[in-house]
C-alpha cells in the first residue's frame, strides 16, 4: 500500500494526513519492533518511499545492520554537518563496507546560508538553536522531500523527550518509525555481540552519544546517555525529533 498523496497537500493537511496514517500504522503494527517493524514498513506499507536517517554514531550499527539484511540499497541519509568527528566519518566509511550498504547519501548544509549566518563557523557557541537548524533540521527536511515516512534510531532509555517514545508517529510532513524505541541498552549490547558489528572507535573513550564535536562531551558514570549532549545548556534535542503539539499513543511494544 503506498501513499504519495502527502505532500500534495497544505501544510496543515500534511500535519493531519501523517497524523492520521500513523495512527493508523500504530494500531496495526504498534505490537511489532525491530527488523519485523522495519520489514513491514519496507516492503508493505511504504516501498521507495521510506528512508533510514543515521547519524553512524554508537547505536547506529543495529539499525544500519537491519537495513542490510533486508535491503541493502534502501537510503540512508547521513547529516554531515562539518561539525562531526573524524572518527564517525571513517567509521561510517567501514560499515558501508562492511555491510554493503549502497544507498548511504551525505546531506550536507546549504553553503549560502553557512556563509551567511556562521561565516566563521562558531554559531554552536552564540546560538545552536540556529546552528542546528541550518546544519541539520534545514538539510534534513530538504532531503526527505522525496519520501513519505523515515526510520529513527531513537529509544526510549535515552530519556528526557524520549521517554515516551512511540514506534509509529509523525512529525509534520512525515511518518517516522522508531523500530528500537522499546529497546534496551542491554538489547543493544546483545545485538551487537550476536551479529559481531563494530564499536564506534570513541564510545570506549566514554562518549556513548556522539553528535557534533563541539556539542558532545563523554557521559559521566551512571548519566543518562544523551547527558553529555549540548552539557553546558538547556538544549536536549537538536530540534529534528522535537514533538508536534499533540502527543501520540505509545502503542503496545515494550
Ligand atoms: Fe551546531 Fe552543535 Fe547543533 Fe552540531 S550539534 S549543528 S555544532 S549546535
Redesign the pocket.
Known amino acids: 500500500m503506498t501513499t504519495n498523496v502527502l505532500h500534495k497537500e497544505s501544510p496543515t493537511d500534511l500535519q493531519t494526513a501523517s497524523a492520521r496514517r500513523a495512527a493508523g500504522l500504530l494500531d496495526s503494527y504498534g505490537h511489532l519492533s525491530g527488523r519485523d517493524l522495519l520489514e513491514v514498513m519496507i516492503g508493505i506499507e511504504f516501498p521507495g518511499r521510506i528512508a533510514l536517517a543515521s547519524s553512524f554514531g554508537a547505536e547506529s550499527a543495529v539499525l544500519l545492520h537491519m537495513i542490510s539484511q533486508i535491503d541493502r540499497s534502501l537510503p540512508v541519509l547521513f547529516l554531515n554537518?562539518g561539525?562531526l568527528f573524524g572518527e564517525t566519518l571513517r567509521y561510517r566509511d567501514a560499515l558501508v563496507e562492511s555491510l554493503g550498504l549502497t544507498g548511504v547519501t551525505e546531506v550536507k548544509p546549504d553553503p549560502a546560508r553557512l556563509r551567511e549566518s556562521d561565516g566563521n563557523g562558531v554559531?554552536?557557541r552564540t546560538n545552536?538553536d540556529l546552528?542546528?537548524h541550518i546544519?541539520?533540521v534545514a538539510p534534513l527536511e530538504a532531503a526527505l522531500r522525496n519520501f513519505d515516512a523515515w526510520i529513527t534510531g531513537r529509544k526510549r532509555f535515552h530519556g528526557g523527550l524520549r521517554g515516551n517514545l512511540p514506534v509509529i508517529e509523525a512529525d509534520a510532513t512525515h511518518v517516522k518509525i522508531n523500530p528500537l524505541a522499546g529497546w534496551r541498552k542491554q538489547e543493544i549490547e546483545t545485538y551487537f555481540e550476536a551479529h559481531g558489528l563494530p564499536r564506534h572507535p570513541l564510545e570506549e573513550d566514554g562518549f556513548l552519544s556522539i553528535?557534533?564535536m563541539?556539542?558532545t562531551d563523554r557521559v559521566a558514570p551512571g548519566a543518562d546517555i544523551r547527558s553529555a549532549r549540548?552539557s553546558q545548556r538547556e538544549k536536549t534535542e537538536?530540534g529534528i525529533h522535537l514533538p508536534l503539539p499533540e502527543t501520540h499513543p505509545q502503542g503496545n511494544d515494550r
Open positions: 554537518t561539525k554559531l554552536w545552536p546552528c542546528c546544519r541539520k553528535g557534533c563541539p556539542c549540548w537538536c
